[in-house]
């Protein structure tokens, strides 16, 4: 029980950055100072914490809070993704927007 509240705070405690990076990426339309093998290494450690809990059979809120996590990291890449086309496009003299 206690294992399982200390694991939830740090998922709790990493899970804060994530809408404010998210947030800042959609504000900024840029990817600067993203780093996508930082963001794809994060997303796998997220996809092992979570299939840990579904191999021991542990599916509780904290599996939850794994799940929620792994899909705004998720979102961040995407955003990543989208932004970088849209820069890659402006910088070969494409047209630019959405």
């Given at each position: 029980?206690?294992?399982d509240?200390?694991?939830?705070g740090m998922?709790?405690?990493?899970g804060?950055?994530?809408?404010?990076?998210?947030?800042?990426?959609l504000?900024?339309?840029?990817?600067?100072?993203?780093?996508?093998?930082?963001?794809?290494?994060?997303?796998?450690?997220y996809?092992?914490?979570?299939?840990a809990?579904?191999?021991?059979?542990?599916?509780?809120?904290?599996?939850?809070?794994?799940?929620?996590?792994?899909?705004?990291?998720?979102?961040?890449?995407?955003?990543?993704?989208?932004?970088?086309?849209l820069?890659?496009?402006?910088?070969?003299?494409?047209?630019?927007?959405?």
């Open positions: 029980m206690i294992a509240i200390l694991e939830s998922l709790v405690s990493f804060f950055a994530w809408p404010v990076t998210i947030l800042k990426t504000s900024c339309k840029s990817t600067a100072g993203k780093s996508l093998p930082f963001m794809l290494i994060v997303l796998v450690g996809v092992f914490g979570l299939s809990k579904f191999f021991r059979g542990d599916l509780n809120y904290v599996a939850l809070l794994y799940f929620i996590n792994l899909l705004m990291v998720l979102a961040d890449t995407l955003l990543y993704f989208h932004y970088r086309r820069e890659r496009a402006g910088a070969a003299g494409g047209p630019k927007g959405p």
